[in-house]
């Protein structure tokens, strides 16, 4: 499984960007890329949850929007993040603008006044923005047999409700122990096969 950021790409990306600081927002976007199917999983400018086949052509023909890591899973917690996803398509569930807001908040303000959704919640949210929906389906992943502690532990301890796409970067840099790799996304079965071992062999010797 791939988490995929974009840069900023337009003039409201830019505007946002040049707002909250490049620190907080190298990354405008993050969605969920599952080759085996060829498509993403994403939620995107105020719209619901969507899967969407055409982005991997994207990946290719504008490599330089994009940037990614690769989270390896076993079978289990792919089947089960895979699932939740196809469900909160089906649910239609809706963009999350009002806890945006809350990102513009000194970071003390908003640890304190935000609290993160519950396990029920986690399971079937009102509302979501990407990198939220990221987490999520993470959660979703490690819940049931198969799971593992160390992936459970990791995304229970990022605020779903703050976690902005380069957060969630910055974050998934320290859980694989792999930084944000800025080449093209892999989209053919080599190079995916090559990057999933590199990424399996870091994550054993970061444990």
């Known amino acids: 499984m791939f988490v995929v950021y974009r840069h900023a790409y337009g003039g409201v990306d830019k505007v946002m960007q040049a707002f909250a600081g490049t620190e907080h927002s190298e990354f405008m976007h993050c969605e969920l890329y599952l080759p085996d199917s060829g498509g993403t999983f994403t939620i995107f400018k105020g719209r619901s949850m ?17 940037a990614w890591h690769l989270i390896p899973l076993n079978y289990d917690e792919y089947m089960r993040m895979h699932n939740w996803n196809v ?4 649910l239609h569930c809706p963009y999350n603008f009002r806890d945006l807001m ?3 908040l000194p970071k003390e303000m908003r ?9 029920n919640k986690s399971q079937n949210p009102n509302r979501m923005f990407c990198s939220q929906a990221v987490i999520l389906a993470l959660r979703a992943a490690c819940g049931g047999d198969g799971s593992r502690p160390r992936l459970l532990h990791f995304v229970h301890s990022m ?7 380069s957060d969630l970067a910055r974050m998934n840099t320290n859980y694989l122990g792999m930084s944000v790799n800025y080449g093209p996304v892999p989209t053919d079965a ?5 990057w999933l071992q590199c990424a399996v062999r870091h994550m054993q010797q970061a444990m």
């Not at 006044?113 to 396990?119: A, I, N, Q, T």
């Not at 605020?159 to 796409?165: D, E």
């Not at 080599?190 to 090559?194: D, E, H, R, T």
């Open 50 to 66: 969507e899967r969407w086949a055409d982005m991997p052509q994207l990946y290719i023909q504008k490599p330089h929007l994009f």
């Open 87 to 90: 469900q909160e398509i089906a």
């Open 102 to 104: 809350w990102q513009i």
């Open 111 to 119: 640890q304190y006044c935000v609290k993160d959704l519950g396990d």
């Open 159 to 165: 605020n779903s409700r703050l976690t902005t796409p």
């Open 190 to 194: 080599f190079a995916i096969g090559v």
